[in-house]
């Protein structure tokens, strides 16, 4: 199953690269979607890529709503980062 998961920026990188962390997990995707994203911002990430930015509140609500619906983001967002770095 294929998810979109909210992430916080948490470094800018060369070559619209940033670095995004969600849970404890850190994961390299690329900006080259999004225009204007900042450390601290959320976005959406799908398959390495940041899709759009959102708001916290907005981040906060959606991560919710995946643990109502029993969909653990963070395990999903890591099982993303390990079969990247497996597959380098």
Sequence with gaps: MCLAIPARIVELLPDDQCRVE??????????????????????IVHVGYALTRLDPEEA????????????????AFADDATAAAAAQ
């Design 60 to 75: 906060a609500q959606t991560l919710a709503l995946f643990a109502e619906a029993g969909i653990d983001p963070e395990a």
């Design 22 to 43: 969600l849970g404890g997990v850190r994961k390299d995707i690329s900006l080259a979607l999004v225009d204007g994203a900042a450390v601290g911002d959320y976005v």
